[in-house]
């Protein structure tokens, strides 16, 4: 007799996986190695930024008050002391009618209050004349306008992409604290599993989805510990995930989870006595995802079909370990897009089909990425992104609007829209 | 007297820096070490796929022509002769009104050419009785038919994501042929700039543009040869140019490259004799920006202010870098949205505005990040897209649809969209 498994909605099942989630902790990095990382601390300003009044342009720093009055017919005349770029000082402040030749992101002199720009000067044997007046502070950056001494810039589980590199690297982190990254296991079940480098043998395939989960990990910047391959069997299958559950923090099982004559992962979860959070899902491909808890580490059986096994890491995988990690922005990014072409096969499940999503002037289309069944591996290599179609009896023509989840996106976002 | 460049529009500048570039070559590099890489040769099925015949279902293997005439009333009774899970293979092919108990992914017996599901069948002490016939090849996977042996289904100069990664596992590329990574040097200039780990000083920042680039080397899987800083010295620079001409395949340099009196960049580029592609861009920021080759290599010339030199990299570094590696896909995504809040400065250029874009159920809707001068670093920080502004009179409201191009997101477009 087959086992019946009650289904239960997506967006229960991401719900509960993310329900009870540890935090890693944190550890402290060299800047170059940042990239890439969780903030474990918000970046604060460490002093006013700009830190002192400057220059935004090229041109000649003065006292506004000997501008007063200045027009076509009556030109100020104005000495200039000195020369400066940007890293330099005036030697002295200025005094009336005295001006400084400043470049762009040198700090104002003593006494002075404007800039003048180049093309807005008259060139004289010993500096140059005006014929308007300049206000006080006119074209000066003043000190803390873009930022001031204290103030939280970028908050604490945020991701560290180029941006806030340059940020960090403005107020001197030259070391910031990150998220530890957690420690996730790979292990592939199925006898029918060959190694990438092996010859095809007859009734064989080779273990796709140890390879991609792995890729998976690396694009979230995190590395693996592979447990190998195992054959259909349980007392092996049971040795290996006891093993793996004291070495990793987080064990992500491919095959073995459905309720065929040998899959035993079931039989595993039980003699572990861990707590299933869910078995069966109502969606497509996937629908046999099962995840559980032991020793508060969560354990993802995942589906041994390559389509499955993939959707089932992006919709439960992902945003465990970013939530181990302190992050908020644990969910893929949405998209709506019109769908480029009919799918019409109804389904009772969710369906998350691997498609192409490209955006136009003319608007987003989306379309699937190709031959579509639970196997398939092509269609996840060419697509970027999931196009989502709720259950019901009805299927979907081109033209209609279609949820899609996009894919290689370096920060989600923090809620699952669906 | 100030020097007077003539702008050229973003576009044509970006036709210049893409029309002569030269490939890296290609190395074969270990599947596991892939993951981000430019393919150099094509994915092609080695096989068909699936391989074999094989059942997509828990059930079992039958012959057809023995379910014909199968009814509630006239039930056909099969005998079970053999259990195989994946990967595994009956013991010989079956007979008239024979079964084989099969798992989904094992390979369909000889002489069976459907497979009946489990809740179809009624249980009996040595197999199961039918009520309802089948057609060859029902529940039947058939050979090939994903892929075909030989068939293109990837082609070169496309990135490695885990999709890709898991096809290659599949058609057993333990090796795969990618583009070599080009070497990128960096070198910031200015007599103001401080390094990370040191304490500011009067007048002084810190580098923040040069660790920035750097992570966007490393956004795109690259790597850096750093030349330090240097302060506003031609002669230091030109030396240093020299030499990273020498040791790298693009040198990218940061600030010295307007028109002020310590600006040096353009005197270096003309005792090299480079071809300046152009030196004025009609865009803000990075106006200054300036790109010029030298023995066949990029030397690009951004702007020391970070905002401008963020934009510079992303519009003009990053799609040479990718034609480099081969791959078309070279330009930033795009996307429409909506503006979120009024942008009324109106400019006769182009603008590049540092902003945060979030798709929503009712839409995309995109809001500038912050602080938005040249010299700004903290709304880099904060954003994940730009805002692209055409140039004009008139101010940006509200409400309007704007594009935007997206950061972070692991593989671009092959069109340039604006």
Same mark, same amino acid.
């Given at each position: 007799m087959v086992?019946?498994?009650?289904?239960?909605?997506?967006?229960?099942?991401?719900?509960?996986?993310?329900?009870?989630?540890?935090?890693?902790?944190?550890?402290?990095?060299? &800047?170059? @190695? +940042?990239?890439?990382?969780?903030?474990? =601390?918000?970046? $604060? +300003?460490?002093?006013?930024?700009?830190?002192?009044?400057?220059?935004?342009?090229?041109?000649?720093?003065?006292?506004?008050?000997?501008?007063? /009055? +200045?027009?076509?017919?009556?030109?100020?005349?104005?000495?200039?002391?000195?020369?400066?770029?940007? /890293?330099?000082?005036?030697?002295? /402040?200025?005094?009336?009618?005295?001006?400084?030749?400043?470049?762009?992101?040198?700090?104002?002199?003593?006494?002075?209050? +404007?800039?003048v720009m180049l093309e807005q000067t008259v060139e004289t044997a010993t500096g140059f004349t005006l014929r308007k007046p300049f206000t006080s502070g006119e074209n000066i950056s003043?000190?803390?306008?873009?930022?001031?001494?204290?103030? =939280?810039?970028?908050?604490?589980?945020?991701?560290?992409?180029?941006?806030?590199?340059? &940020? $960090?690297?403005?107020?001197?982190?030259?070391?910031?604290?990150?998220?530890?990254?957690?420690?996730?296991?790979?292990?592939?079940?199925?006898?029918?599993?060959?190694?990438? @480098?092996?010859? $095809?043998?007859? *009734?064989?395939?080779?273990?796709?989805? /140890?390879?991609?989960i792995a890729a998976q990990l690396v694009r979230m910047g995190l590395t693996t510990r592979s447990y190998g391959m195992l054959a259909d069997d349980l007392d092996m299958c049971m040795e290996t995930v006891k093993q793996a559950l004291c070495e990793t923090d987080v064990l992500i099982t491919t095959g073995g989870v459905s309720v065929g004559d040998f899959d035993y992962l079931p039989a595993v979860y039980d003699r572990l006595g861990a707590d299933v959070l869910f078995n069966k899902v109502a969606m497509r491909p996937g629908s046999v995802t099962t995840v559980a808890i032991a020793e508060g580490k969560h354990l993802f059986g995942l589906s041994g079909n390559p389509s499955a096994c993939f959707t089932g890491f992006e919709l439960f995988v992902r945003p465990v370990l970013l939530k181990m990690m302190g992050s908020e922005n644990m969910y893929l990014p949405y998209a709506k897009a019109v769908l480029g072409e009919d799918f019409t096969k109804a389904n009772p499940f969710t369906r998350f089909v691997r498609a192409i999503y490209e955006s136009t002037l003319d608007g987003a289309i989306v379309?699937?990425?190709?031959?579509?069944?639970?196997?398939?591996?092509?269609? !996840?290599?060419?697509?970027?992104? !999931?196009?989502? &179609?709720? *259950? *019901?009896?009805?299927?979907?023509?081109? *033209?209609?609007?279609?949820?899609?989840?996009? $894919?290689?996106?370096?920060?989600g976002v923090d809620k699952w829209m669906l």
């Open positions: 086992e019946m498994r009650k289904p239960i909605a997506v967006t229960e099942a991401i719900e509960r996986v993310v329900a009870h989630v540890k935090t890693t902790g944190t550890e402290k990095v060299a &800047l170059g @190695e +940042a990239y890439g990382r969780i903030l474990a =601390e918000p970046i $604060l +300003a460490k002093h006013d930024m700009p830190p002192f009044e400057r220059s935004p342009y090229d041109g000649f720093a003065i006292r506004s008050q000997d501008s007063i /009055g +200045a027009s076509g017919e009556n030109r100020k005349a104005f000495t200039v002391i000195d020369h400066i770029g940007a /890293g330099q000082s005036a030697k002295r /402040g200025i005094a009336e009618f005295e001006a400084v030749r400043i470049m762009t992101g040198a700090p104002i002199p003593d006494n002075a209050d +404007a800039v003043a000190r803390g306008e873009e930022a001031k001494n204290g103030e =939280e810039l970028i908050k604490s589980g945020s991701f560290i992409h180029p941006g806030t590199i340059g &940020l $960090l690297a403005t107020f001197g982190y030259a070391k910031v604290f990150v998220a530890k990254k957690p420690i996730v296991g790979i292990l592939s079940t199925g006898t029918e599993l060959l190694e990438v @480098e092996d010859e $095809l043998t007859p *009734g064989k395939i080779r273990n796709s989805n /140890g390879p991609m379309r699937p990425a190709g031959f579509n069944k639970s196997s398939a591996v092509s269609s !996840i290599a060419r697509g970027n992104s !999931i196009i989502v &179609l709720p *259950g *019901g009896t009805r299927g979907f023509t081109a *033209g209609m609007d279609v949820d899609v989840l996009l $894919l290689g996106v370096d920060e």
